[in-house]
């Protein structure tokens, strides 16, 4: 009864954009302000990593230095849903995207700090 649903993964060019999202649905989300929400990724035979972390009200972002200004998270707690834009896609970036919620305060960074996770939208950027 607790779903984090991602969507609008896919394949783009080096240099392209996309915008990721995350639905948030379950009786754990009824308060889905109440939740910090993460961006993570993994690529083939890599580990997960940190991308960006937006606070409850989503007045604070944090962000992977790999990723800084080139990505932006955004929520909007009336739907229950967590974005990631993606501009000047590189081909490093190719990796399955996470979202994640968390109930921890501050800024977590690791994967066991979020008891949550979606399952996954791939992201696929071609040189």
């Known amino acids: 009864q607790v779903q984090l649903v991602e969507s609008g993964g896919g394949l783009v060019q080096a240099g392209g954009s996309l915008r990721l999202s995350c639905a948030a649905s379950g009786r754990t989300f009824s308060s889905f302000g109440s939740y910090r929400m993460g961006w993570f990724r993994q690529a083939p035979g890599k580990e997960r990593e940190f991308v960006a972390g937006?606070?409850?009200?989503?007045?604070?972002?944090d962000y992977a230095d790999s990723v800084k200004g080139r990505f932006t998270i955004s929520r909007d707690n009336a739907k229950n849903t967590v974005y990631l834009q993606l501009n000047s896609l590189e081909f490093e970036d190719t990796a399955v995207y996470y979202c994640?919620?968390?109930?921890?305060?501050?800024?977590?960074?690791?994967?066991?700090?979020?008891?949550?996770w979606g399952q996954g939208t791939q992201v696929t950027v071609s040189s």
């Open positions: 994640a919620a968390t109930a921890f305060t501050g800024t977590p960074v690791r994967v066991t700090s979020y008891a949550y």
């Open positions: 937006i606070s409850r009200n989503g007045g604070s972002t």
